[in-house]
């Protein structure tokens, strides 16, 4: 795999001399990888791990050798079963029963809890917000229909029955169709639809209070459920509050190792660099920077919970979130120069330009980081007192001077290399330029984020009028898509929830039983079960394939835990102390091993775990009862599971009969409208039509549409294709990735060019040539053959595979020579922007339109290989 990914790049014939830009591999010219001495491979490499592994690690020296976030998961697994445990504890001592008679089901309080609990204080917040308001309009509703009509539904007046349908049909597809947030959406449905609405169209008085004539009882069965989810709730506050852990320190503290281990990175990069011999150790830092991504993503997450911590009102969030934007910035410009550097051949001209840019180069990076390294600690202390404000601003005042010195020696560096006739632009030196170019960028954009943290005028200052007037806008901001989906899913829950009204009894058996007398006949499902609606709120999708998937999953949970619950109470639900003891200690290795495996999960399966937990402690904390267990006892576990069935087959009918269009095609139409959107884009960019702040707004539209992409893709995997042709997804996940290489080119390509495009691209002698000739015909031939491949279009794809891919190699070429013939070029900076060496910008821009051919041209191979090998 090392050797595999050592030789992706390899020297394509047609480009310049000294770069490789991923072509095709050729034998010949393998590049040469030379093995370091451990010393100098280790070089800058130096860590501190040893002192930050903690206590834990102390104590269990294994756990040096775990991969990322174990003890991480660990920690919060144990923090939420030991304060579980405490509260199951209380609950013994006190008699479930004897709670419950209170109106405190200790079962149902910790269920709420395990549902709510997050990872943090944050996370718990924002769940708990959501669900407190969810719950609140289900409490309300049942409130006001009560109100006018006193016990509901009982069996004399039916026009009460048909109004309380009515409400209930009205509420389902409001809350389906107002675009509300899905954890508001899922207890609002929960608590009603797949609850409180059973009781008021129920005759039969089935012992629960109900508040009736606009009285609030704390005994009715909407109220004490509201308040169980509040005590929920606050039990799960708790959790996170002792010991305090919150998102903002959890965001915090991955934003500040990111940034500490990017700017490491950024220097060993350079160092690297530097040298005069290829390495493998490229690939390691190129894997660090992949990492870094991934823990900025978690990072994001956290942060957007750490709002609800103070409401968009503290310091230390508005600072980390600039660090944090700073960093994604950063990583936007690393991940091309990257590229850049594994692609270099390190050369004479290599060895050559870096004689004089070495030095000034390390010193501009050096100053770069400082800085960032102020900014860390004024995130960390939430404020920069006098002190810090100056020394920052004295780093920042020598910035330019570093910058201007690096600048100058590339000049000198270009003129040596390019000696024999003057040249000031030379093929063999591309990427040199382009790597002092980015890292001149970086460091103007340290300074303009520094810039902020030294004037954090409005950081806190949230528009709540603004915020509510688009939260406002927004539940009734939907297409023609949202509202059919919304009334499929809205009438398939309403017949899920009439199939439990009726059930579905043998009526003969029933009428003979009445008149002869004997055994009861069991029903299938009884009249009156809300168990059908419940789970068809839990498992509401929009595809097909998520509702199939997310019910396979859920139903071998419910199984599970089910199974596991009625084992542990059948064995431990006794009314003894020695049990009760038991109990309790079940209840922590069950809640921590199920927390862990959520902590540490991902996706369905960090979900499915907390289901687990909560449904299994459930079971466990039931009132105790010293009576043997009955056939009725086990059967009511089989109605909750075949109630479980019916109502996913139910489901599943409505989707494929009444479904919209399946994902694999949204994805194909998605994906003809995205590419074809970035042709006309990149068409009028370098036509003129677009400015750079225009382009900005486009690139960003599309890069959204590629992340939509990215995940309806992923649904598309998982349907069942039954008639269908299979669904290429590899092919699907190469095209997003690479026009997000694409997106990120042509934007990084304006910003280099910016209001001087007509000079140093325009009115170049070769431009048309290299727009009609090379860069439009690899657009378009590379938007016909992605299209023709993703739809199969049989007719199509022949003459496409056939026609032969030109070259991009006379690109650079043709952009080098008119550059150098512009002799001394003035380019314009933008106000308050140091400035760049136009020679090194001309450079940037030729590398990055070779680099966004080239891509292009790997494009089409991938096309054709995935066409020979699918069909």
């Not at 300074?447 to 806008?473: Q, R």
Request: glycine share 8%; charged share 25%.
């Amino acid at each position: 795999q090392v050797w595999a990914q050592a030789t992706r790049g390899v020297e394509d014939k047609s480009a310049p001399r000294g770069h490789t830009y991923g072509s095709a591999l050729d034998v010949r010219e393998m590049p040469s990888y030379t093995t370091l001495s451990k010393e100098e491979d280790l070089e800058s490499y130096d860590s501190d791990d040893e002192e930050e592994e903690g206590l834990l690690h102390r104590f269990a020296p294994f756990l040096t050798e775990s991969r990322d976030g174990f003890a991480v998961a660990q920690k919060a697994a144990l923090q939420v079963a030991f304060w579980t445990t405490l509260y199951a504890a209380i609950a013994m001592y006190f008699h479930r029963s004897v709670m419950g008679s209170w109106g405190l089901p200790m079962a149902t309080i910790l269920c709420n809890m395990l549902f709510t609990v997050g990872s943090d204080l944050g996370s718990t917040l924002s769940g708990m917000f959501y669900g407190i308001i969810g719950s609140f309009w289900a409490l309300l509703v049942n409130w006001i229909f009560l109100g006018f009509f006193p016990g509901g539904y009982t069996g004399e007046n039916t026009s009460v029955f048909w109004i309380a349908l009515a409400v209930i049909f009205i509420y389902t597809f409001l809350m389906i169709a107002l675009k509300v947030p899905e954890t508001m959406r899922f207890w609002a449905l929960i608590s009603f639809t797949g609850g409180y609405a059973m009781n008021l169209v129920n005759p039969a008085d089935n012992g629960e209070p109900k508040s009736s004539n606009w009285q609030l009882s704390e005994q009715g069965y909407a109220e004490n459920a509201f308040i169980t989810y509040i005590l929920g709730g606050v039990l799960a506050l708790v959790i996170f509050a002792i010991p305090f852990l919150t998102s903002l320190k959890q965001s915090q503290t991955r934003v500040v190792r990111v940034a500490k281990d990017m700017a490491d990175l950024i220097q060993e990069l350079v160092k690297y660099y530097s040298r005069n011999k290829k390495t493998l150790k490229i690939f390691d830092i190129k894997e660090d920077f992949q990492s870094l991504g991934r823990r900025l993503d978690e990072a994001d997450a956290l942060g957007g919970n750490s709002w609800y911590e103070s409401c968009g009102k503290s310091s230390r969030r508005a600072m980390t979130q600039k660090l944090f934007n700073l960093q994604k910035n950063l990583m936007e410009y690393a991940e091309p120069l990257l590229e850049v550097v594994i692609d270099e051949d390190f050369k004479e001209s290599h060895t050559m330009m870096m004689s004089k840019m070495k030095g000034p180069m390390e010193k501009v990076v050096d100053g770069t980081m400082t800085i960032v390294s102020k900014l860390i600690l004024a995130a960390e202390d939430g404020k920069i007192d006098e002190a810090e404000r100056k020394d920052l601003q004295d780093e920042m005042d020598d910035l330019p001077r570093l910058v201007a010195a690096l600048q100058s020696q590339v000049e000198q560096g270009s003129k040596m290399v390019g000696r024999e006739g003057h040249k000031s632009i030379q093929d063999e030196t591309l990427g040199e330029h382009y790597v002092s170019l980015t890292i001149c960028r970086m460091a103007q954009l340290v300074l303009d984020e520094a810039e902020k943290f030294l004037h954090p005028e409005g950081d806190l200052e949230d528009d709540w009028s603004e915020s509510f007037k688009k939260s406002c806008t927004g539940l009734i901001n939907y297409d023609r898509g949202d509202l059919k989906w919304a009334a499929r899913s809205s009438l398939c829950l309403l017949v899920n929830f009439m199939i439990g009204l009726y059930g579905w009894c043998d009526t003969a058996a029933i009428d003979r039983w009445k008149e002869n007398g004997g055994k009861e006949p069991e029903c299938m499902i009884h009249k009156y079960t809300a168990g059908l609606a419940s789970i068809n709120v839990v498992l509401m999708s929009r595809y097909s394939a998520g509702t199939i998937k997310a019910a396979l999953d859920r139903v071998a949970a419910v199984v599970f835990a089910s199974v596991v619950g009625t084992l542990g109470y059948t064995a431990l639900g006794w009314c003894t102390d020695v049990y009760r003891v038991c109990t309790v200690v079940v209840i922590f290795f069950v809640t921590w091993g199920f927390m862990y495996m959520k902590y540490d999960g991902s996706g369905d399966t960090a979900g499915i775990a907390q289901r687990l937990a909560a449904i299994t402690v459930a079971s466990l904390m039931a009132d105790c009862s010293n009576e043997a267990s009955t056939p009725a006892t086990f059967s009511g576990k089989f109605h909750e599971l075949s109630d479980i069935i019916i109502g996913v087959l139910v489901m599943n009918i409505f989707d494929m009969v009444f479904g919209e269009e399946s994902a694999a095609s949204q994805a194909k139409g998605m994906m003809t409208s995205t590419v074809t959107e970035f042709q006309t884009v990149f068409k009028d960019y370098i036509d003129g039509k677009l400015k750079h702040e225009d382009l900005k707004e486009k690139i960003a539209g599309i890069d959204g549409k590629l992340s939509e992409l990215k995940s309806t893709c992923s649904t598309a995997s998982m349907e069942p294709r039954f008639w269908r042709m299979s669904f290429n997804s590899t092919l699907m996940s190469n095209v997003i990735d690479t026009y997000k290489i694409l997106c990120n080119q042509l934007l990084k390509t304006s910003r280099v060019l910016d209001d001087d495009k007509k000079m140093l691209l325009d009115s170049l002698p070769c431009f048309n040539k290299l727009r009609n000739e090379i860069v439009f015909p690899c657009l378009d031939s590379t938007t016909d053959l992605v299209l023709a491949t993703i739809t199969r279009d049989q007719k199509k794809i022949p003459d496409l595979v056939v026609a032969p891919v030109k070259t991009g190699g006379e690109l650079t070429v043709m952009l080098v020579n008119d550059l150098n013939n512009l002799g001394n070029v003035k380019t314009q900076d933008r106000k308050g922007e140091m400035h760049l060496n136009p020679v090194s910008r001309c450079c940037a821009m030729t590398t990055m339109m070779q680099s966004m051919v080239n891509a292009m041209r790997t494009l089409q191979k991938d096309c054709v290989s995935q066409k020979l090998m699918t069909g």
